[in-house]
């Protein structure tokens, strides 16, 4: 298998392989590991005093925007929690909010848009995004996090579906109703608009990866609402368009894809074309790994709510998941989904630890 990707003339490449002996990486690629990698989804955030403390009021995207910040808030998790990688303080909604879509991140809400994607005169409004020119603050910070962390840093971006339901329906939604809507009222014109997120992501991505990101996690956190079919139809090849493209530009690169509420729908993800397969609270690990088929990794699942009460449920419900994850290589131990604002730190703390010193899937000596 290959590893690093070749540094090609005029491109601040990472070192090669700088991580490849780092457990997180090698259970991407369902080697052996000498313990159990473990990091939260959203483990940056509110449920850290030390972030509420640098991040100050104002709107995330005024925080984003800048390099020595993100540094800070990305490694805050890393050196309070021990996790095994650092995931890139930023947002799903940059790229669209930085080529001047009209996305603003609302506090407590999330992303808003004044004016929603209707048609395909508002196509016009989505063009290329140009990373070095919309986000040369994003390229900043992951260089300067690459050459500064111990542990690999993820790089992100959002699913075309889910970065797709904010546009059209505005902001946040529950159904999703106006985002079916259009895609089976005018598929041509759903096709179009998924089309040119897909290039953004991408973009996005690689502009991350050049910058020394060391593996990739696509986040289409809504996309478990739709229909294996119409999963199918209207997500999966843009979805595994980027990954062939990640592929063929940074070979080796480990990649995740992960969604919320996608049990019915993990076969057709598994053959997206990524390293791992993040799962969601709702099915248990062994049963996803035979729902996905051998040959790629899982990221998960302990529910996130399980972290709010006692320590005892915590620690039952990590060993559970430790139990459920086998010993075969091939598990990123995570929550089910994003670490609520009102955990308890020192909750988190204590998974990680347990983790480590029980997780088995891919430790010891033989296969
Ligand atoms: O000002 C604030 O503190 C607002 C809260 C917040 C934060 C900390 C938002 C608004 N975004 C972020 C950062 C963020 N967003 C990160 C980096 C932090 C980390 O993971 O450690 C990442 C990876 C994201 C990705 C993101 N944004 C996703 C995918 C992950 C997931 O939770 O499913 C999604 C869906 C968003 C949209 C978004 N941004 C913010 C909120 C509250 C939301 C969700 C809104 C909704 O429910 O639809």
Same mark, same amino acid.
């Given at each position: 298998?290959?590893?690093?990707?070749?540094?090609?003339?005029?491109?601040?490449?990472?070192?090669?392989?700088?991580?490849?002996?780092?457990?997180?990486?090698?259970?991407?690629?369902?080697?052996?590991?000498?313990?159990?990698?473990?990091?939260?989804?959203?483990?940056?955030?509110?449920?850290?005093?030390?972030?509420?403390?640098?991040?100050?009021?104002?709107?995330?995207?005024?925080?984003?925007?800048? #390099?020595?910040?993100?540094?800070?808030?990305?490694?805050?998790? $890393?050196?309070?929690?021990?996790?095994?990688?650092?995931?890139?303080?930023?947002?799903?909604?940059?790229?669209?909010?930085?080529?001047?879509?009209?996305?603003?991140?609302? #506090?407590?809400?999330?992303?808003?848009?004044?004016?929603?994607?209707?048609?395909?005169?508002?196509?016009?409004?989505?063009? #290329?995004?140009?990373?070095?020119?919309?986000?040369?603050?994003?390229?900043?910070?992951?260089?300067?996090?690459?050459?500064?962390?111990?542990?690999?840093?993820?790089?992100?971006?959002?699913?075309?579906?889910?970065?797709?339901?904010?546009?059209?329906?505005?902001?946040?939604?529950?159904?999703?109703?106006?985002?079916?809507?259009?895609?089976?009222?005018?598929?041509?014109?759903?096709?179009?608009?998924?089309?040119?997120?897909?290039?953004?992501?991408?973009?996005?991505?690689?502009?991350?990866?050049?910058?020394?990101?060391?593996?990739?996690?696509?986040?289409?956190?809504?996309?478990?609402?739709?229909?294996?079919?119409?999963?199918?139809?209207?997500?999966? #090849?843009?979805?595994?368009?980027?990954?062939?493209?990640?592929?063929?530009?940074?070979?080796?690169?480990?990649?995740?894809?992960?969604?919320?509420?996608?049990?019915?729908?993990?076969?057709?993800?598994?053959?997206?074309?990524?390293?791992?397969?993040?799962?969601?609270?709702?099915?248990?690990?062994?049963?996803?790994?035979?729902?996905?088929?051998?040959?790629?990794?899982?990221?998960?699942?302990?529910?996130?709510?399980?972290?709010?009460?006692?320590?005892? $449920?915590?620690?039952?419900?990590?060993?559970?998941?430790?139990?459920?994850?086998?010993?075969?290589?091939?598990?990123?131990?995570?929550?089910?989904?994003?670490?609520?604002?009102?955990?308890?730190?020192?909750?988190?703390?204590?998974?990680?630890?347990? $983790?480590?010193?029980?997780?088995?899937?891919?430790?010891?000596?033989?296969?």
């Amino acid at each position: 298998m290959s590893t690093a990707a070749p540094a090609s003339p005029g491109q601040s490449a990472p070192v090669p392989g700088r991580f490849d002996d780092a457990p997180f990486i090698q259970a991407c690629r369902s080697q052996r590991v000498a313990h159990v990698p473990v990091w939260f989804m959203r483990q940056a955030g509110r449920s850290l005093p030390e972030y509420r403390a640098a991040r100050g009021p104002g709107s995330i995207l005024d925080a984003i925007a800048q #390099p020595e910040l993100v540094a800070e808030l990305t490694r805050q998790p $890393v050196d309070r929690y021990g996790t095994d990688a650092a995931i890139f303080f930023s947002d799903i909604v940059v790229p669209a909010a930085a080529i001047g879509f009209g996305v603003d991140v609302a #506090p407590g809400t999330g992303p808003v848009v004044s004016e929603p994607f209707r048609s395909a005169a508002d196509l016009q409004r989505l063009r #290329p995004l140009e990373p070095t020119l919309d986000t040369p603050y994003v390229i900043e910070a992951v260089q300067h996090l690459a050459g500064s962390l111990d542990v690999p840093l993820i790089g992100f971006a959002g699913g075309p579906f889910t970065v797709a339901s904010y546009l059209i329906e505005g902001g946040p939604s529950k159904n999703f109703t106006r985002v079916k809507a259009l895609m089976h009222a005018d598929p041509n014109l759903w096709h179009e608009l998924v089309e040119r997120l897909t290039d953004m992501a991408l973009a996005s991505l690689r502009s991350q990866l050049d910058a020394g990101a060391s593996a990739i996690q696509l986040f289409d956190s809504w996309a478990g609402i739709l229909t294996p079919r119409h999963y199918e139809e209207f997500v999966l #090849p843009s979805t595994s368009r980027i990954f062939a493209e990640i592929e063929s530009s940074h070979p080796g690169t480990p990649t995740i894809i992960f969604g919320v509420g996608t049990g019915e729908l993990l076969p057709l993800m598994a053959t997206a074309g990524t390293s791992v397969v993040g799962i969601d609270w709702r099915v248990p690990l062994d049963q996803a790994r035979t729902r996905i088929g051998a040959g790629q990794a899982v990221q998960g699942n302990l529910d996130p709510a399980l972290c709010l009460g006692t320590w005892d $449920v915590a620690a039952a419900e990590t060993r559970e998941v430790l139990e459920r994850a086998g010993n075969a290589p091939g598990h990123i131990f995570n929550l089910g989904h994003g670490v609520l604002p009102e955990t308890d730190p020192g909750i988190l703390e204590q998974v990680v630890a347990l $983790v480590h010193a029980e997780g088995r899937a891919g430790v010891g000596a033989s296969a």
